[in-house]
C-alpha cells in the first residue's frame, strides 16, 4: 500500500489543521496517525478500523483530534484542532492488516512520507 500523507503546515495555538492520506494499492484493515516530535520518539496519536466501528486516540489529543474516512477515495483524515506547541511533530499515517489490542508500530506494515506540523505559541 502505497500512503500519501498531506496538509501540515505553520498554525497559531488554538488552531486547527486536517492532514490527510491517500492510499492507493494493496488491502489493509486499519489506518493510523503517529507523528514525532523533534528530539523525541514516535509516538501513537489515533487508529480506526476501515468500517468506522472502532476508534482509539492517545490520550495526550482526545477529546480535540478526530480520525475519519473517505471511503470512496480511499482517504484517511486527521482533524486536529484546538492545537498546542506541544503537537508539533511530523504526522505520518500507516495501516495494517489488522486490529490489534495493543498498538504497536511493527503492526503497520506500510507508511506514509511524514507532514510537518508546526504549532506556535
Known amino acids: 500500500v502505497q500512503l500519501q500523507a498531506c496538509g501540515g503546515g505553520l498554525v497559531r495555538a488554538w488552531g486547527s489543521l486536517r492532514l490527510s492520506c491517500a492510499a492507493n494499492g494493496g488491502t489493509f484493515s486499519t489506518v493510523g496517525w503517529f507523528r514525532q516530535a523533534p528530539g523525541k520518539e514516535r509516538e501513537f496519536v489515533a487508529r480506526?478500523?476501515?468500517?468506522?466501528?472502532?476508534?482509539n486516540y492517545s490520550d495526550s489529543v482526545k477529546g480535540r483530534f478526530t480520525i475519519s474516512r473517505d471511503n470512496v477515495n480511499l482517504t484517511v483524515y486527521l482533524q486536529m484542532n484546538s492545537l498546542k506547541p506541544e503537537d508539533t511533530a511530523v504526522y505520518y499515517c500507516a495501516v495494517s492488516n489488522d486490529w490489534y489490542s495493543r498498538i504497536k508500530e511493527a503492526d503497520f506494515t506500510s507508511w506514509g512520507q511524514g507532514t510537518l506540523v508546526t504549532v506556535s505559541s
Open positions: 480506526m478500523n476501515w468500517r468506522g466501528s472502532k476508534r
